[in-house]
């Protein structure tokens, strides 16, 4: 559609700007400001104008004000024009009547909040805005998103405080009385009825013709002399601020603020007298469709994502499922509903993702939202988060959790009786409720939200699910489904030579397509039997490619052997950078594989490397630096790397045959949204596996409970904390809760046996066997009921989310620490904070077992000695001799994994200690990350026990310093969501020392003096900083608050 007039003046006039958002509204306000002072129009003359501005410039970007060069506006013709163009403005309308212009006013607003349907005009599979086109809110078509413009910031946007400021000094009247007369003036149009839209036309000169009225008649002609002398004086007047200081808060940012805040209590509004009543934007505010915009991209709605948002059962606030393929747009679905729980709602929201990176990534995309939004993002994830969480007076919280910690916070919630401020629940990838001991925890929490609060809407989507019907049963909800996907997908599987295409309607499931076309030499043939380069090379350097690998050696053979049969290709600069900042990451090492392969545009990815390695891999794969990845299926967990062609190497994950929702997930990353026309996967199988094929036919894989296989992480975990929460406390309410877990529901399926009500019992019995529960018969009942009341170590177990395997043993040996804790070094303290759940696939290098064993201080060779581990026994096998002495191979292992610790803690360097040990880097990352979360977890299970008091302020100085495994001086910076080691040091070595440094950044200053910074990066840096600190601030605030409030209950009061 054509830019609106509007629009299109206002970039002419200002080309620098990019959005539209209400920024435009504030600074158009400066500029107002300016001229009534000067002018000293009538008030409500000058009010009725304000409006009037704001409706033909629409609003435009929203980026901060506070980063702008005051010098930046000398010279600046736009905003010398612009205040021509409202002085013209003003002149030619000096004798209308003010209630018509608040009339023109109303029509705006109100046409932005009651424009239903009509908004969307819905083709093949887009709906378009259209209100913008009236509101002068189109984009124009060739704005970039993420370009040099986008922070360009004109006058207009940027218009310092100080000026206000000499403007005040001129004239007296308070900044108040204007705000007040504004919202007076606003607040009397959105109540009254009467609705005219100005027609864009009337009111916005046509683009072409610049800022200038077309006509003028002989008395606009005098005007305008006034206007060139109240041009010369402005200019005189800025050019004479440009000296002087900035304020610290700006008054444009007040008054966004102010417009903000009104939009969104309108939308509110809307959303209260009717359900069914759409606003500018799903009953948002229009500057959140800006936001999409500017932060995302996104320009419109996928034709699905409008009817999903649409539908009857989300406008009732249902619990809702849906389900589309991969890339198919879910995340925007899930946020637009967010959003409205945020701000029109005012309730807190739980968004659930699976993986800790993924709310790392999602706490960053998201800050900025909040930031512009006034709501805060709060981190669930590793050893972060609150519990309960922070009340706030003011603004809402999202929550953003993995399942762990996501629980952990419903937990908290319902044990403060809070549960009614959490208004809705977000899960991501909902099947993950069939995924081992985290299904469990998932299905656990789910289960508590609806049995306890009857007014939290979840939400749970998915690209993979089949038994729809259980999980609906489960969440008592509706679903929605769609097979879109914005590129087409076309599946292939290799059989020899031979590309067939997968067809479902045939007997094997594939049909012939075409021979593959290539020469190999015989060495080549026999480095590459599957023909792998052949496939590769019909897409790189053009197009980007990944193969998924069954493991992670072989994703890097792989890596290695195309590369070796390649030509170096384009942008080698670029790979130089890549490998120089993989050196930096790794203090000054790099992986022998990534340096041989990269200068071809080539890497593998997995679990390996560490989070900054592959941050930067992704990085350099996203921005087309590097054109192939062969990878492992950790790639295909939600992290949004498309490629033009994926190939599967094989149809197996390390030796399991491939899973259909593996596959789906895989292929799911072919195609380009908005690059592709199409997406292609092809699965390289071998004649023996032909039969196999037949999997494709085959549905998704049901998804189950989890409950009964995860025994202590499962069914007993969830029993101990109901009765802990106060949830049910006798064995009918248990009965009662269990019904409604996806177990009760999938019973029959689940247990032949024994029926849910035994196994409930027996989980009980269990329990009480365990010390964890206690039984009482309660005299007073005349039926004798028997409750359950909770041990202090049940207590403490389900508050320190405790594996019920682990929590005798953890209290043993905490209580022996009591007698003789040795303080000399951390060295006994990690050992109580190692995770229990990694001992098991640890195998110790005896000889390095032994090396790191003498070089320990006598008191921490005591350590050894109390925690259970003989010197002898090390010495034996690192000697290779027989053992007849028993040693608890868990202890051993456990030591050795806190010797790792140990070394980590004290050299801050991933690599030379994965060396030390021979353990690959992203192991002793992962172990250090598992470490610090269990960390937090003892410590919570410290926390409610008396006799542990000592714990708790040792545990939490151990938390803080395996949570940042860094030099003390990066940890502010490492607080903020997303900032890794490397990044840190390179911000810090850059001068920026504080959270506050980095929240008060100019992002294009950043760009400039961080390496391998880009514009978006540096954006969400900032945001995400400035989010970490409101959130900081708003906390320390309510603190005190809370401490000056004048209790009610004084004795001798009344
Ligand atoms: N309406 C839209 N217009 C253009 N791009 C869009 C639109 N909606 C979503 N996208 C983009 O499509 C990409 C994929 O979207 P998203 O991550 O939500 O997919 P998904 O359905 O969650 O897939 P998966 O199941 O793989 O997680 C993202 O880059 C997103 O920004
Ligand atoms: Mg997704």
């Not at 290695?560 to 080698?572: D, N, T």
């Amino acid at each position: 559609s054509a830019p609106c007039p509007a629009r299109g003046r206002r970039l002419a006039a200002a080309p620098s700007r990019s959005l539209a958002g209400s920024g435009a509204v504030r600074n158009d306000l400066h500029v107002m400001c300016v001229l009534y002072k000067l002018c000293r129009l009538p008030r409500c003359y000058f009010g009725a104008l304000i409006l009037i501005v704001m409706f033909l410039q629409g609003s435009n970007d929203s980026e901060e004000d506070m980063f702008g060069d005051p010098d930046s506006f000398y010279g600046n013709s736009s905003f010398l024009a612009q205040v021509n163009d409202i002085e013209q403005k003003y002149l030619q309308d000096k004798n209308a009547d003010i209630k018509a212009a608040g009339e023109i006013v109303l029509g705006n607003l109100q046409s932005g909040i009651h424009q239903k349907k009509d908004n969307f005009s819905t083709s093949e599979n887009m709906v378009v805005f259209k209100a913008d086109k009236e509101e002068g809110f189109q984009m124009n078509e060739n704005d970039p998103v993420d370009s040099n413009q986008e922070l360009t910031v004109s006058i207009l946007d940027d218009l310092p405080s100080s000026q206000l400021l000499y403007f005040e000094e001129v004239n007296e009247l308070s900044s108040d009385s204007r705000l007040s007369s504004i919202s007076e003036i606003r607040n009397k149009f959105v109540s009254s009825s009467s609705v005219k839209i100005r027609s864009p036309s009337s009111s916005c000169p046509d683009a072409e013709h610049g800022n200038r009225p077309t006509d003028f008649s002989s008395d606009s002609k005098c005007d305008l002399l006034k206007a060139e002398s109240l041009k010369d004086h402005l200019k005189s007047a800025m050019t004479g601020n440009a000296k002087a200081q900035t304020l610290q808060v700006s008054k444009t940012k007040q008054l966004k603020e102010a417009v903000l805040s009104e939009e969104i209590c309108v939308a509110r509004k809307a959303i209260e007298s009717s359900s069914a009543d759409i606003g500018p934007f799903y009953g948002l505010p229009s500057k959140v469709k800006d936001l999409f915009r500017q932060f995302r991209g996104i320009e419109t709605l996928y034709e699905w994502q409008h009817a999903c948002l649409m539908l009857e059962s989300l406008q009732q606030r249902k619990n809702l499922i849906y389900s589309l393929p991969t890339s198919g747009g879910k995340t925007l679905v899930a946020e637009i509903i967010i959003l409205q729980e945020l701000l029109c709602r005012q309730k807190d929201v739980l968004m659930i993702l699976p993986y800790v990176a993924i709310v790392q990534e999602k706490i960053r995309g998201l800050s900025s939202f909040g930031v512009e939004l006034d709501f805060l993002v709060e981190e669930y994830a590793g050893s972060k988060g609150r519990f309960p969480p922070l009340k706030r007076r003011k603004k809402k919280s999202l929550y953003i959790a993995t399942i762990e910690k996501g629980h952990a916070l419903v937990n908290s919630l319902i044990e403060t009786e809070r549960m009614d401020d959490l208004g809705l629940v977000v899960v991501d990838e909902l099947h993950m409720l069939g995924e081992g001991s985290r299904g469990a925890t998932l299905e656990i929490t789910l289960a508590k939200i609806l049995y306890t609060s009857k007014n939290t809407q979840i939400i749970g989507m998915s690209a993979t699910l089949n038994n729809v019907g259980d999980l609906q049963k489960f969440l008592q909800a509706e679903y929605y489904t769609n097979n879109f996907r914005p590129v087409e997908l076309k599946e292939y599987i290799k059989i020899r030579d031979t590309i067939y295409a997968v067809d479902s309607k045939t007997e094997n499931g594939f049909t012939f397509s075409r021979l593959l076309n290539f020469k190999y030499s015989s060495n080549l043939e026999k480095a590459d039997p599957d023909h792998i380069i052949a496939l590769v090379t019909e897409v790189i350097p053009e197009y980007s490619c990944l193969i998924f690998c069954p493991t992670k050696k072989n994703s890097e053979n792989v890596a290695s052997m195309v590369c070796k049969y390649l030509k170096k290709l384009h942008r080698e600069k670029e790979k130089q950078d890549l490998i120089q900042n993989l050196k930096n990451i790794g203090n000054g090492s790099i992986c022998p594989v990534l340096k041989q392969t990269i200068p071809f545009g080539i890497a593998y990815h997995h679990s390996g490397l560490t989070n900054d390695e592959r941050k930067s891999i992704e990085e350099a794969y996203s921005t087309g630096v590097l054109c192939l990845l062969a990878c492992t299926a950790t790639l295909a967990a939600g992290v949004n790397l498309p490629a033009r062609r994926v190939i599967l190497r094989a149809p197996y994950v390390a030796n399991d045959f491939l899973k259909k929702s593996q596959y789906k997930q895989m292929i799911g990353r072919a195609g380009r949204a908005g690059i592709d026309s199409a997406g292609e996967s092809i699965l390289i199988v071998q004649e023996k596996d032909k039969h196999l094929v037949i999997f494709t036919k085959l549905p998704l894989e049901n998804c189950y409970s989890s409950l009964l296989v995860e025994l202590t992480k499962g069914i007993q975990s969830l029993l101990l904390s109901l009765v802990g929460l106060k949830i049910a406390v006798t064995h009918e309410e248990m009965d009662s809760f269990m019904c409604s877990t996806l177990l009760g529901v999938q019973q029959q399926l689940l247990s032949n046996e024994k029926s849910l009500s035994e196994i409930t019992k027996d989980g009980i019995e269990n329990l009480i066997e365990k010390g964890l529960l206690k039984e009482r018969t309660s005299a007073k009942d005349h039926d004798s009921k028997r409750t359950l009341t909770i041990t202090l170590l049940g207590k403490a177990t389900y508050k320190g989310a405790i594996d019920l395997a682990y929590c005798n043993l953890l209290y043993r040996e905490l209580k022996k620490g009591l007698e003789g804790l040795v303080l000399e070094s951390n060295l006994h303290l990690l050992y109580l904070a190692t995770p229990y759940d990694m001992t098991f696939n640890c195998s110790p290098d005896w000889m390095v077992y032994l090396r790191q064993f003498n070089q320990l201080s006598a008191a921490e060779q005591k350590v050894v000695d109390i925690v259970g581990v003989p010197e002898s026994f090390i010495t034996k096998k690192a000697s290779g001799q027989a053992i007849r002495k028993n040693v608890d191979s868990a202890v051993v292992n456990r030591l050795y994994l806190s010797f790792v610790l140990y070394a980590l803690l004290r050299e801050t360097n991933i690599w030379s200690v994965s060396e030390k040990f021979n353990m690959s880097r992203g192991y002793v990352q992962n172990l250090l990350n598992s470490a610090a979360s269990f960390a937090s977890c003892v410590l919570h299970f410290c926390e409610e026990l008396e006799e542990f008091w000592v714990y708790k302020a040792l545990l939490t100085e151990l938390t803080k310093q395996l949570t940042y495994c860094v030099k003390t001086e990066l940890i502010p910076l490492m607080e903020v969501a997303g900032v890794l080691e490397a990044r840190a040091k390179q911000l810090y070595n850059a001068g920026y020392k504080t959270l506050a440094h980095l929240a008060n950044a100019n992002p294009e200053t950043l760009v400039k003096t961080v390496e391998h910074l880009s514009r978006r990066q540096a954006n969400q840096i900032v945001s995400s900083a400035k989010m970490l600190l409101s959130e900081k601030a708003e906390a320390l605030q309510e603190e005190v608050e809370e401490l000056l409030k004048v209790p009610t209950d004084i004795p001798g009061t009344c």
